[in-house]
């Protein structure tokens, strides 16, 4: 079974050939990820029509390094999985009508791949993981803990009221002066910076409401840098040092309730485990934290390599094959519209604070 994955949900354009084989252990064939950073870097953040056009003018070459690189040709694809959502509607438009044109000009099937899907399954294509696992999923779009308890069978147990926390890491370098993107850049400051020199709230933590909010603590962030302006490179890094560790506190907090509440509906799990995924997964102070938290708690701690926990195609064709296999690859699919919200899990309710339209996702 061989699978081309498309995703072209946010700036990055990015196409990938996924086999598998019987029982063998799935394999990435090609993964070809081109990044739009330059582009938008002059604009503290994503642009979505520099990022439409992008994908636009990249996309075809993308395919083509993809299946070349895979050594398959079109002919020996099984289906074309495509991102529809969620994310920035002009750029899934512009994967899902390709991966439509590619579909219908070879007679393959065509998938429409939910983003958060191709997350919360990437820890079975890196790490051969059994259901039932939790997720978080920490990106610059979603801050969000999911049970994942099969394919296309997901419960979200907890989401950020208002700012992702990629977001928030994203507002504080451009409070703070630093370049785009911020979460690198902010944990680099940091790595200099005393974290107790600034006592930053840390939002949600000991509340019974199981959910995120960063939108306060940015706020306090921005109130401790006027109060000190000009600011120094040692202030800056004192910032950052103290926002990365409230962060990491707060995380910590939240994640530490839903381990619990796995183990109360999961009993039988036998390797309870937290898989990690999005770009703010790469950073060390918080994946420290998790770890030794699932170390105290008794769960294995998963983070599939960086290259496959920022967005990819890779991730986009194994839910391809997963939903392939499962026989629930939809049905239309080549009349779907791409969404720019798409709840994994449709019957959660929308937040106070998320909108008349609910949560981002």
């Known amino acids: 079974m061989r699978v081309l994955g ?13 086999a598998l084989d019987g029982d063998a252990a799935p394999e990435i064939l090609s993964n070809v990820v081109l990044s739009q950073i330059e582009e938008h870097a ?4 994503v642009v979505p029509e520099i990022a439409a056009r992008a994908h636009v003018e990249a996309l075809d070459g993308i395919v083509e390094a993809a299946l070349a690189d895979s050594s398959v040709s079109l002919d020996e694809i099984d289906a074309i999985a495509a991102t529809a959502g969620p994310g920035l509607v002009g750029g899934l438009i512009v994967g899902l009508m390709t991966a439509k044109a590619i579909a219908a000009a070879a007679n393959k099937p065509l998938i429409a791949i939910n983003h958060l899907e191709g997350h919360a399954l990437t820890a079975r294509l890196t790490d051969g993981l059994d259901f039932p696992y939790l997720l978080l999923l920490v990106s610059g779009g979603h801050t969000q803990i999911v049970a994942v308890r ?14 992702a926390l990629g977001e928030a890491f994203d507002k504080t370098a451009k409070m703070l002066g630093l370049p785009y993107p911020g979460g690198p850049n902010v944990e680099k400051a940091a790595a200099g910076g005393d974290a107790r020199r600034f006592a930053f709230p840390r939002p949600m933590k000991g509340s019974a409401q199981p959910d995120f909010s960063f939108s306060g603590l940015k706020t306090a962030v921005r109130q401790a840098a006027t109060a000190i302006v000009p600011l120094s490179d040692r202030d800056v890094a004192d910032i950052c040092a103290s926002f990365q560790a409230a962060v990491a506190d707060a995380l910590g907090d939240r994640v530490a309730r839903a381990l619990t509440r796995f183990r109360q509906e999961f009993p039988d799990a036998k390797q309870p485990a937290l898989v990690v995924a999005g770009g ?10 998790l770890e030794t938290l699932c170390a105290d708690a008794g769960f294995a701690f998963i983070a599939p390599p960086q290259k496959l926990c920022t967005d990819n195609a890779a991730m986009i064709a194994w839910a391809g094959i997963e939903r392939l296999r499962a026989g629930i690859a939809g049905e239309n ?8 919200r798409w709840p994994l899990d449709s019957i959660s309710t929308p937040l106070v ?5 609910g949560a981002k996702a």
């Open 353 to 357: 604070g998320s909108g008349r339209r």
């Open 280 to 289: 703010v997964a790469a950073n060390r102070t918080i994946k420290a934290t």
């Open 6 to 18: 498309i995703e072209t949900s946010c700036d990055e354009t990015a196409a990938s050939v996924v």
């Open 42 to 45: 002059a604009f503290g953040g």
């Open 150 to 163: 099969g394919v296309g069978d997901y419960q979200r147990w907890a989401t950020t009221i208002d700012d």
């Open 333 to 340: 699919t080549a009349d779907f519209v791409p969404r720019s």
